[in-house]
């Protein structure tokens, strides 16, 4: 009797075997999850957003492959597979690893290095891959009527419709090639202002302190596009209820000494004679010569952790049902009859190739070796070898539950849906009761509960991208072994470049160190708001120290709007992230509202709009965006090249010509100009 419920016919049936596991389709693979996870860290840092690479990788494979490689589409397979590694890990580490930094008095700074970084990251990616082994028949073969995996169907509609990839590539050159262009004349020559702002001034009797500024990139509006006009207003929402709310109101009524104490008690000063911190103090005025930046550091932000830290927990309280119905049904007895037909046909010689994984007995020799490596490296915290065998211990089991979870949920509703950050939230909840449960308590064990969170993490963004990468597998007839085998390659060698570049990323720039700033991930530069909810979950389970007052107000700001049909997780990162962020992250997304619109009026919507132009184009701007503020932030690390840049600036002559609104008025220009051709790409959408 078949195990499935219906008669699935691969695009490459099983009885060919076309080139697949080769060194050029690792090598390139490798290659795009270098690209793509640098830009994803560059990205998750400053504006805790995310994009999916998968079907970017999968277009520009085909391109490639058919011009200079000569791949086949498994080869094409294996790219998009080895490729996609990178944005699951770099997503992993970026949402928690920051956390270090924010731990209390500085308890986990020194974990903050790379070789903490890579270890983490690569430990959970092996485990995210290595517990889906087992599972692929389960939720993969068995379930392919009823778990669509979008992402991973996409994907193999991307390489079976091969012959239109060059069209396809060349939209996405062509957004990738004005992101440069733009990166260029905004980060090196400075003809266009990096953050135009208008604000009230603090004298105002009637809006004090108010400011709207934009932090006009490319990036910014090529994720807006993909996210759509929804998500990019509840972000923006947030925004603007912070600084058009929030800021003016609390520059009404909190005197300047206020929050200048308010900002030493956080560390941001170092006493109220000293000036500087935040929003430039001058103790002898006793005023702020940007009273919006002191009170957005001073309040705002503990209030947009607050609100994060909310919709987490309400995300995940919503997913309690799913979580739990994905993890019986991934464990009835069907699905254990799959994992033992599974285990049977790897162990096979005459098993099919459509149907050859790696052995269960590697899922089990593995996990035993991974939970050793955690109990032995030095890179893992702990005080004794009691405390590193309990990270080992609930590490394997919380990432046994929430792979497979995560890989039922994402078959559902898509990578970009997960909840990652939920899951990421139980682990450190449960963990930190372990360890209360044990008498570990206090700052010291602070780096560890976020080690096995930062784990987890990791290793539920690598189950989903694995299970979408899998499924693309199944529809065009790949080796599954193959794709086990690359994804294991995809997250060591993405895992070494994700960790360099979040280090790179994290070296403060010349102007940063004048301000006294050690990190630029936490500074406005690198916000890093997920890093930041998982160390204010964890201190406020273990040491209690926080200024609760902030918290519980953004926490009901969270749930008043979960309670009006608003997702609270996503105006929360919107309240804690400056307005500077969302605000052209909403651009993008009111352009894609005007696509859609006009597309609706005149009855041409697209079957698949993650293929057309418009996507394809804000997918190119978001990587040349990215690739190019990661590429000057590495030049910037040596104080030579750094002047060197300097000296190419334009901005004094321009100011000087146009004056400073000008200056800021003509980038404004610019990056509209850039949202109109974003308009004109999608709209030739209907000639594709």
Known sequence: MSLTTHVHKPFVPATESPAEFTLKAIITGAVFGVLFGAATVYLSLKAGLSVSASIP?????????????????????????????????ASGVVFTMPGFLFLTAGSGADFFNYWTILTLAILGGLIGTLMMIP???SLIVQEHGTLPYPEGTACASVLIAGEKG????????????????????????????????????????????????????????????????????VLVGGGILAWLALIPLLASVVPGDTIALQLQK?????????????????????????????IYRAYIRQIGAGAVTAGGFMTLIKTIPTIVSSFRQSFSRASISAIETENALSESPRTPRTEQDLSVRIVVIGSIVLAAL?????????????????????????????????????????????????????????????????????????????????????????????????????????????????????VIVSSLVVGATVKILDTPTPDLIAQGI????????????????????????????????????????AFVFEL????????????????????????????????????????????????GKGNLFATGLVAGGALAGVAVALLSVNDSIYNALASLTLEPMLGSVLGEGGYMLLGALIFAGLAIMLWRVAQGRQNT
């Open 57 to 89: 990788i999968a277009v520009l494979a085909i391109s490639l492959g058919r011009r200079f490689l000569n791949t086949t589409i498994l080869e094409n397979n294996i790219i998009q597979t080895t490729g996609s590694a990178g944005e699951s890990i």
């Open 135 to 137: 599972l692929r028949r």
């Open 166 to 233: 060059g069209d396809f590539a060349k939209t996405a050159y062509q957004g990738l090639g004005m992101a440069l262009l733009y990166a260029l004349l905004q980060k090196v020559l400075h003809v266009i202002a990096e953050v135009p702002v208008w604000a009230t001034r603090q004298t105002n009797r009637y809006f004090p302190s108010a400011q709207i500024s934009g932090e006009i990139t490319p990036e910014y509006l090529g994720v807006g596009y993909i996210i759509g006009f929804r998500i990019s207003a």
């Open 266 to 294: 956080l560390g941001y000063l170092a006493n109220l004679q000293t000036a500087g911190g935040p929003g430039g103090w001058n103790p002898t005025t006793h005023t702020f010569s940007d009273t919006a930046a002191a």
């Open 374 to 490: 955690m109990v032995v490296l030095p890179q893992i915290p702990g005080d004794s070898l009691l405390t590193k065998l309990l990270i080992a211990v609930l590490v394997i089991v919380f990432g046994f539950f929430f792979v497979t979870v995560a890989s039922r949920i994402v078959g559902l509703i898509g990578s970009s849906s997960s909840p990652v950050s939920g899951m990421t939230i139980a682990t450190i909840m449960g963990t930190s009761l372990v360890f209360i449960g044990f008498g570990l308590t206090g700052k010291a064990y602070e780096p560890a509960v976020l080690v096995v969170g930062s784990m987890i993490c990791v290793a539920a963004a690598n189950a989903g991208g694995t299970s979408q990468d899998l499924k693309t597998g199944y529809i065009v007839g790949a080796t599954p072994k193959y794709q086990q085998m690359a994804l294991f390659i995809g």
């Open 518 to 557: 050690t990190h630029a991930i936490g500074s406005d530069k690198f916000p890093a708001p997920q890093g930041t909810l998982m160390a204010t979950l964890i201190k406020g389970l273990l040491s209690f120290s926080l200024d609760w007052q902030f918290v519980l107000v953004g926490a009901f700001i």
């Open 564 to 611: 009006v049909g608003v997702s609270a997780l996503a105006f929360a990162v919107g309240l804690y992230l400056p307005l500077s962020t969302t605000l052209p992250i909403f651009a993008g997304g009111l352009v894609k509202a005007i696509v859609d619109w006009n597309a609706k009026r005149k009855g041409t919507v697209e079957a698949d709009a993650d293929l």
